[in-house]
Each structure stands twice: as structure tokens, then as C-alpha cells.
């Protein structure tokens, strides 16, 4: 059996506590700062919980002493400390940061580590490049990516068409942060919010614009292979307006602990969510230009007895099959390794992985 620390007592860590304690196979401790916060889990009895101050000096490292791996899902400031504890215990260490220079930390720790170092393990960034990789492979040369994610409610009923589902401090670093993207077969940043577009699926209008941090390693990948890579989050139409103007306009961007008061007293968060995915690649093949789409609605739905949100299925269930293949020995055991080195077949076969099963044209759920 193997010992896991999940840090971050929230509802991603705790789905994902549920979910690998269930099994049998992993023995599940959950940290975090506040003993409220852990009081508030609901979380199989399997689970053990700990009240701790990760930033003191060698806290989480005696919590972490012999275990197999350590699992983030606390707020991505806190990815670098979580990072640094699993390098000097040698422990294995996968996160859901969607932060870039966050990432880029945890790269160089993985340099001179002696385990396995998997950032980005959620749904965007995580899921969606491994997706990408894997239509972008089945071309001779490649035109565009282009990758689309994003978690709404089923029922819209306020101005911002939006419900908290997911980190509100990701969701606030998403809109301020500078989006990487490759233009004209060259790596560049692009402004966050901007270069909106419109698109329907299953007969539901969306608009999209980009956002920090969804592509992950991705840039980095297909860099000199690919003329056009860019990552852009999904909402229902007239959302990223508002947001324009209450981050540059009203200067929001620069108060993000009240930018979150506001929206965290403001918005209501529910269970009744959709993720959608949406990844788009264009290339040729023997000689002639092609396009591939990869397109999936999540619903929230239960597991067992528990009822999770489409964002809390997706995100878990990513970085449990994550850990689950690197448990297994599918994954190399030691170093840094990208969501798209990780094989889409392998990982819609793992027993998390199902969780992403869609329907083909007869109705019925494949992998």
C-alpha cells in the first residue's frame, strides 16, 4: 500500500483523498493550515488528517518522511514550498498549478531530484495537453493547435454567466498573468482576456479568450514544429467584458485579496457544473491539410455515495491517474516529466482515467 500526503483540504484535495483512499491501494494523509478547514472535509474514515504550518522549517518534510508521494492542491503560492519538501525527503511530487513561473521552479528542483517531479496534473493545464499531444502526433507537420477548457454552470442566472467552481485565487492568476502562445511559429506572451472568439457546440454559444497557464509545457514542446499554439478558457458570452472592466478599469488587478472578497461574498459556487473541452489541431497529411478535433462535455455526477461537481471529477481524477500509472511503473520514476510525454491511450485506460469516457455517435460511453 502505498502512503500519500495530499496537501490543501479544499474540495479538490478532498475529492481527491475519497477517491485514492476507496481504492484500498493508498493510505492517505491530508494536510493543511486550518484545523477548520480540515474539520469541514467530508472524507472516507480511511483518511487521516493533519494540522500543520507548511512554512515552518521542516513541518511538512517530517510529514512527508517515508512516504511514496506528496500531492498539491493547495493555492499555487504555496506549489515552490510543497515542491522543495518532496525534493529533500525524496519523495515523489505531482501538483494542479496552472502558474507558470511556479512551474518553472519546480522544473529546475526535478534537475538533481531523485523521484519523479509531474506538475500540472489537473484538467488545463494536465489533461488537455496530453489530448493535444496526441492529435498533434498523428500529423506529418502541423499548421495549429488550438485548446479550449472551460468550467460553467449548467444554469447561469447572474451577469458574470458564472459560478465558482474551481480556485479562486487560480482563477483571479488566470485572468492577470501574461498567456504564453507560439504566433507565426514564434514563442511569445499574449494579454490575458483579449482575443476573444465565439463558437457553438451541441447548439450552446461560447466565447473563449486567453488565460495564463493552459498549455502547461506545451509551447516548450512544439516549439519549431507548430505555427500556431494558444490556450483559451470557455465562458457563456458577455463574461470577459466584465471581468475587462473590473480588473483594468476599475483596477482590481492590482487588489487581488479584494478582487477575491468580492467574488467569493458575491458568487455562489454549485455542484451543478459542465466542464468542456475543445481541442482543435490542423496539419497535413501525406501532403494534404487535415483537421482533428477532440471535443467532451463532464457533468457532475456521483461517485459512490458522494455527489462531486464536473471540476472536482476532472481535476481529481487527472492527477489520481497520474499517480496511479507512476505507482504502476508506467511512468519514469525520477525527474521532470511533461503532461504530454504521458500517453492519451494509457491514461483513458487507467481506472481514474474513465472518468473522461465519452460518448461515441451510437450513445454509448467509450474510453
Given at each position: 500500500?502505498?502512503?500519500?500526503?495530499?496537501?490543501?483540504?479544499?474540495?479538490?484535495g478532498?475529492?481527491?483523498?475519497?477517491?485514492?483512499?476507496n481504492?484500498?491501494?493508498?493510505?492517505?494523509?491530508?494536510?493543511?493550515?486550518?484545523?477548520?478547514?480540515?474539520?469541514?472535509?467530508?472524507?472516507?474514515?480511511?483518511?487521516?488528517?493533519?494540522?500543520?504550518e507548511?512554512?515552518?522549517?521542516?513541518?511538512?518534510?517530517?510529514?512527508?518522511?517515508?512516504?511514496?508521494?506528496?500531492?498539491?492542491a493547495?493555492?499555487?503560492?504555496l506549489?515552490?514550498?510543497?515542491?522543495?519538501?518532496?525534493?529533500?525527503?525524496?519523495?515523489?511530487?505531482?501538483?494542479?498549478?496552472?502558474?507558470?513561473?511556479?512551474?518553472?521552479?519546480?522544473?529546475?528542483?526535478?534537475?538533481?531530484a531523485?523521484?519523479?517531479?509531474?506538475?500540472?496534473?489537473?484538467?488545463?493545464?494536465?489533461?488537455?495537453?496530453?489530448?493535444?499531444n496526441d492529435l498533434?502526433?498523428?500529423?506529418?507537420t502541423?499548421?495549429?493547435v488550438?485548446?479550449?477548457?472551460?468550467?460553467?454552470?449548467?444554469?447561469?442566472?447572474?451577469?458574470?454567466?458564472?459560478?465558482?467552481?474551481?480556485?479562486?485565487?487560480?482563477?483571479?492568476?488566470?485572468?492577470?498573468?501574461p498567456?504564453?502562445?507560439?504566433?507565426?511559429?514564434?514563442?511569445?506572451?499574449?494579454?490575458?482576456?483579449?482575443?476573444?472568439?465565439?463558437?457553438?457546440l451541441?447548439?450552446?454559444?461560447?466565447?473563449?479568450?486567453?488565460?495564463?497557464?493552459?498549455?502547461?509545457?506545451?509551447?516548450?514542446?512544439?516549439?519549431?514544429?507548430?505555427?500556431?499554439?494558444?490556450?483559451?478558457?470557455?465562458?457563456?458570452?458577455?463574461?470577459a467584458?466584465?471581468?475587462?472592466?473590473?480588473?483594468n478599469?476599475?483596477?482590481?488587478?492590482?487588489?487581488?485579496?479584494v478582487?477575491?472578497?468580492?467574488?467569493?461574498?458575491?458568487?455562489?459556487?454549485?455542484?451543478?457544473?459542465?466542464?468542456?473541452?475543445?481541442?482543435?489541431?490542423?496539419?497535413?497529411?501525406?501532403?494534404?491539410?487535415?483537421?482533428e478535433?477532440?471535443?467532451?462535455?463532464?457533468y457532475?455526477?456521483?461517485?459512490?455515495?458522494?455527489?462531486?461537481?464536473?471540476?472536482q471529477?476532472?481535476?481529481a481524477?487527472?492527477?489520481?491517474a497520474v499517480?496511479?500509472?507512476l505507482?504502476?511503473?508506467?511512468?519514469?520514476?525520477q525527474g521532470?516529466?511533461?503532461?504530454?510525454?504521458?500517453?492519451?491511450?494509457?491514461?483513458?485506460a487507467?481506472?481514474?482515467?474513465?472518468?473522461?469516457?465519452?460518448?461515441?455517435?451510437?450513445?454509448?460511453?467509450?474510453?
Amino acid at each position: 500500500m502505498k502512503e500519500i500526503v495530499i496537501v490543501g483540504a479544499g474540495k479538490i484535495g478532498g475529492t481527491i483523498a475519497n477517491l485514492l483512499a476507496n481504492t484500498g491501494d493508498y493510505r492517505v494523509t491530508v494536510v493543511d493550515r486550518a484545523q477548520a478547514q480540515l474539520d469541514a472535509l467530508e472524507v472516507s474514515p480511511l483518511v487521516v488528517t493533519r494540522c500543520i504550518e507548511i512554512g515552518e522549517e521542516g513541518a511538512l518534510e517530517k510529514v512527508l518522511a517515508g512516504k511514496f508521494a506528496v500531492l498539491s492542491a493547495a493555492p499555487f503560492h504555496l506549489t515552490t514550498r510543497i515542491a522543495q519538501a518532496a525534493a529533500s525527503s525524496d519523495v515523489h511530487y505531482l501538483d494542479l498549478t496552472e502558474d507558470v513561473a511556479s512551474t518553472r521552479i519546480v522544473k529546475q528542483l526535478a534537475a538533481t531530484a531523485k523521484t519523479a517531479f509531474i506538475p500540472q496534473c489537473g484538467l488545463a493545464p494536465g489533461f488537455i495537453s496530453i489530448v493535444a499531444n496526441d492529435l498533434a502526433k498523428r500529423f506529418d507537420t502541423l499548421e495549429s493547435v488550438r485548446m479550449r477548457v472551460g468550467a460553467l454552470p449548467q444554469y447561469p442566472s447572474n451577469a458574470l454567466n458564472y459560478n465558482l467552481t474551481w480556485s479562486t485565487d487560480g482563477v483571479i492568476n488566470e485572468y492577470c498573468e501574461p498567456c504564453e502562445a507560439i504566433v507565426d511559429g514564434e514563442l511569445t506572451e499574449v494579454p490575458p482576456l483579449e482575443e476573444r472568439e465565439e463558437f457553438s457546440l451541441d447548439g450552446v454559444t461560447y466565447e473563449a479568450f486567453n488565460t495564463s497557464g493552459g498549455l502547461g509545457t506545451l509551447c516548450e514542446t512544439l516549439l519549431g514544429k507548430v505555427r500556431t499554439l494558444n490556450y483559451r478558457t470557455i465562458r457563456y458570452p458577455g463574461h470577459a467584458a466584465i471581468m475587462k472592466a473590473l480588473l483594468n478599469d476599475l483596477g482590481l488587478r492590482d487588489r487581488r485579496d479584494v478582487f477575491k472578497d468580492i467574488l467569493e461574498n458575491a458568487l455562489p459556487s454549485t455542484m451543478q457544473d459542465v466542464v468542456v473541452i475543445f481541442v482543435t489541431v490542423s496539419g497535413r497529411k501525406k501532403g494534404r491539410l487535415l483537421q482533428e478535433t477532440y471535443a467532451n462535455k463532464v457533468y457532475s455526477g456521483h461517485i459512490g455515495e458522494m455527489l462531486y461537481s464536473g471540476i472536482q471529477i476532472t481535476t481529481a481524477s487527472a492527477i489520481c491517474a497520474v499517480l496511479d500509472m507512476l505507482a504502476n511503473g508506467d511512468l519514469p520514476q525520477q525527474g521532470f516529466l511533461k503532461q504530454e510525454d504521458i500517453a492519451l491511450d494509457a491514461f483513458l485506460a487507467n481506472r481514474f482515467g474513465k472518468a473522461y469516457a465519452q460518448a461515441d455517435t451510437a450513445g454509448r460511453l467509450v474510453a
